[in-house]
């Protein structure tokens, strides 16, 4: 197969994995950039040991090499890193499978699929996997992870002690749940129903209401006296007397 064809195979091929499933999904512009350097890098650098006597183990020493400075540099995801190899791969076939035929198309086909099947929202959706810190020191695993299955509202998968602090009183903790799906949670949220008032309060509540009104009711008595018996204002010769 020409190399010109394996190119812009490899060129469409990076700007679905870039345009059509990484970035729609996860939304970071510095790996959009990333992804292309490194994939039109590779495939230039492969391009050209292809047509020369040096052999392919360069290549993939080239490809180790890479991933190597690449992933030192930041730390990223694990997803991100699967991206990441991806692009390395597409563009190692793009360079150097030109022997290969049509093969190399089927190979940069199965990239991009796994990648699409690997990743996709609705593939394991429900388990999760997060760093708690608990405000307690837990040293019982069985009491940690009930506790944990309490504050998740989940299934607890595995729980990892990362730090056990006994002088602050907490736990760091990587835990590996199965959140419930939304449907399950009967009736409403706790959290958004209305605080629970005390009896006390309740009661106080209830006599500030009742001397409320009896209030008003002596306001509108005297109001009402006032209109109909209201007593005589004191006259000049009254206070004369």
Do not use: C, K, W
């Amino acid at each position: 197969m020409p190399a010109a064809v394996l190119f812009a195979a490899d060129l469409v091929a990076i700007g679905v994995l870039t345009f059509a499933l990484y970035f729609p999904r996860h939304r970071r512009r510095d790996l959009v950039v990333a992804f292309l350097g490194v994939n039109v890098g590779v495939l230039a650098v492969a391009g050209a040991l292809s047509t020369s006597t040096v052999g392919a183990g360069l290549g993939l020493g080239l490809f180790g090499v890479l991933s190597i400075i690449r992933l030192r540099s930041s730390e990223i995801d694990q997803r991100e890193v699967a991206y990441y190899f991806a692009a390395l791969a597409l563009g190692l076939i793009g360079g150097l499978g030109s022997s290969l035929g049509a093969l190399a198309l089927v190979l940069m086909a199965m990239v991009l699929v796994a990648l699409y099947v690997g990743d996709h929202p609705r593939l394991l959706r429900g388990y999760r996997q997060q760093v708690v810190v608990v405000d307690r020191a837990f040293g019982d695993h069985a009491a940690l992870v009930a506790h944990l299955e309490q504050l998740l509202g989940a299934r607890v998968h595995g729980a990892t002690v990362q730090r056990l602090d006994l002088v602050d009183d907490t736990t760091v903790v990587d835990v590996r749940y199965a959140a419930a799906p939304a449907g399950a949670r009967g009736g409403a949220d706790p959290r958004l129903a209305a605080p629970a008032v005390p009896a006390g309060h309740a009661q106080r509540a209830g006599l500030a209401g009742h001397a409320g009104h009896a209030g008003h009711g002596g306001h509108a008595g005297g109001a009402a006296s006032a209109g109909g018996t209201a007593a005589p204002a004191p006259t000049l010769s009254g206070i004369a007397r």
